[in-house]
């Protein structure tokens, strides 16, 4: 009877409520103590009084745990990983304060053991995910990664077989039904919440760790400057790294920048000559993958010098050192530095502005540049558009063409790794000359150097031996010299072809990084790592120099120069 029951309602005293409330707080107390006086209860009561005691350090014992599991994953050795705990134990308790403070949470939540198990499965997820892509690349998982993740979805068939993407969903769906089994299973923590002193802890340990993170960087313990991310994440460990790649990104505003400093620097163009667009020579770029001169590094001893070419060429044509802002991985930034004259340094740390920025905007490079005076611009890669997301980015850098492995031969040779070699590239590249009236740019990736590098030996017959190395698998990954030395082939082939061609040539050749063999400045004559070597060619007597250039400078220099 609604009526009736709205009239009992009305005539309830207020005693008779507080009493109602009472008594439901006591049944709920009775029920709570018979749940911590039952036989399991009572037989770890005093374990659970004492883990509630010191649950702030059992908690960064967790996450130290945790930290050396995923160094673990991430480094595909258990050696490795505790190499790295001990030779650097500053690197390694900072990430784990790392993972700690993201642990202080469950103090804000009921269920602790549920929350710190979805805590633990998250990190050690991104641990795997990057130990598994590192069997696969050179290049670690990072939060570029997560921006390219449709691109991701389309290569799966490069990155997993069918057998793996079973056990992979199969596992998946096991740990989700076992994470939401411990929802309940895990209990609650039944003691006095005190919420705004737990959040104000959380606050806490979040400012206290960047205050961490900036008297880490004062005092090299880590760096917020990675020149290759691969190693960087070698040294400084998975959680800071991963976390650099995440919240450090773009360019920041120059400190004197103004409408006034905008204003003068446009006056100081005034004494600037004219540009001569009488002559225009068409301009190519040659962007070897991983090439570089073997010769350089002190043990090697080699049966015959891998690049005779190139060192000839470098006697005879303007040539010297090129800067690059990677080493042993990292294609697509010394592309970036060469096409758009900016340099990495001004970016965030193991940022790939093809993976963010590019996406999203055009920018000024010199395909835009060139296009002004009349150019044709082209892009050549013998290997897939996908790769680096270049078929989306090459227009937004004012690409008018962009020719991939999809579009040449299928019948090209390939290279024992599987990469195309580059002596399809000679043919494509004249195709690029050959399709306009007036002068070209032509900026052209290879692929045939590329890593990785087996341990085993893959040749049967190599032209070129090598020895010297610590390890005969680490010999054998020095058959890379034989690759090298065809890539040289296709430079002279190309060379011969572009010497006969009717119109003025420049042609700018370079290593993009040197290879992922592990190499350190000890070991390299010119005791540097971030340096190749480039030769720059032509056709019509251009005067000859001896300049050491970075990547970030060669367009500005080349178009100085025509």
């Known amino acids: ?30 029920i709570l103590e018979k749940r911590r006086n039952g036989k399991f209860a009572k037989k770890m009561q005093p374990v659970y009084k004492w883990m509630n005691r010191l649950s702030v350090p059992l908690q960064f014992l967790l996450a130290c745990i945790i930290n050396f ?20 134990p500053l690197v390694f308790l900072y990430n784990s304060c790392m993972i700690f403070v993201t642990f202080t949470i469950v103090y804000l939540v009921r269920r602790r053991v549920f929350t710190r198990i979805l805590l633990s499965v998250f990190w050690l997820f991104l641990g795997i995910c990057n130990g598994y892509l590192l069997t696969k690349r050179v290049t670690p998982f990072n939060a570029q990664d997560l921006k390219v993740l449709s691109d991701a979805l389309e290569l799966t068939g490069n990155y997993f077989n069918t057998f793996e993407l079973i056990m992979i969903i199969i596992g ?78 773009g360019i920041s505003c120059p400190r004197d920048y103004s409408e006034e400093e905008i204003e003068r620097i446009e006056k100081t163009e005034d004494n600037l000559p004219a540009t001569n667009e009488k002559n225009q020579p068409n301009i190519l770029f040659l962007q070897l993958e991983s090439f570089f001169d073997p010769t350089l590094v002190n043990y090697l001893k080699i049966s015959e010098d891998p690049i005779p070419t190139f060192r000839k060429l ?10 690059v802002p990677a080493v042993g991985a990292g294609t697509a930034n010394t592309e970036f530095e060469s096409i758009t004259g900016m340099s990495l340094h001004y970016f965030g740390p193991g940022e790939y ?11 000024e490079s010199a395909p835009y540049v060139l296009k002004n005076l009349g150019y044709s611009t082209h892009a050549v890669h013998n290997n ?63 692929t045939q150097g590329h890593g990785a590098y087996p341990e085993e030996q893959l040749i049967d017959d190599p032209e070129i031996t090598v020895t010297g190395a610590a390890t005969e698998a680490q010999n054998n990954q ?26 003025d040539v420049i042609l700018v050749m370079y290593g993009d990084h040197l290879p992922t063999m592990g190499l350190t400045v000890e070991d390299l004559k010119n005791k540097y790592l971030f340096q190749t070597e480039y030769v720059m060619w032509d056709n019509f007597g251009m005067e000859k120099k001896k300049v050491n250039l970075s990547a970030y400078q060669m367009a500005a220099e080349v178009m100085d120069r025509a």
């Open 1 to 30: 009877n609604i009526k009736g029951f709205f009239t009992k309602v009305r005539n309830l005293k207020k005693e008779d409520i507080k009493e109602h409330f009472k008594k439901r707080k006591e049944r709920r107390q009775m």
């Open 69 to 88: 599991f995923i160094e673990v994953i991430s480094r595909l050795s258990f050696g490795e990983a505790w190499a790295y705990l001990t030779k650097t």
């Open 172 to 249: 998946v769906t096991a740990l989700i039904v076992w994470v939401v089994s411990m929802w309940k299973r895990g209990g609650q923590y039944t003691g006095k919440m005190h919420r705004w002193i737990a959040l104000g802890g959380v606050v806490a340990s979040f400012v206290g760790c960047m205050a961490l993170t900036n008297l880490a960087i004062d005092k090299r313990v880590i760096s917020n400057y990675f020149g290759n991310i691969a190693f960087a994440y070698e040294d400084y460990g998975y959680p800071y790294c991963l976390g650099v790649t995440i919240f450090n990104t």
């Open 314 to 323: 470098m006697k005879e044509y303007s040539s010297g050192y090129y800067k």
């Open 353 to 363: 502005p093809y993976k963010s920025i590019l996406k999203e905007t055009t920018c």
């Open 384 to 446: 897939e558009a996908n790769f680096y997301g270049r078929r989306s980015i090459f227009p937004n850098l004012g690409f008018d063409t962009f020719t991939s492995a999809e579009y040449m031969a299928e019948e090209n040779d390939k290279n024992p790794l599987g990469w195309t070699k580059d002596e399809v590239l000679t043919d494509e590249i004249i195709k690029c000359l050959d399709s306009t009236e007036g002068p070209d740019y032509v900026y052209t990736i290879s």
């Open 478 to 503: 020095w058959e890379y010299c034989n690759e090298i030395h065809e890539m040289d082939n296709f430079v002279k082939e190309l060379t011969d072809a572009l010497a006969d061609y009717p119109e």
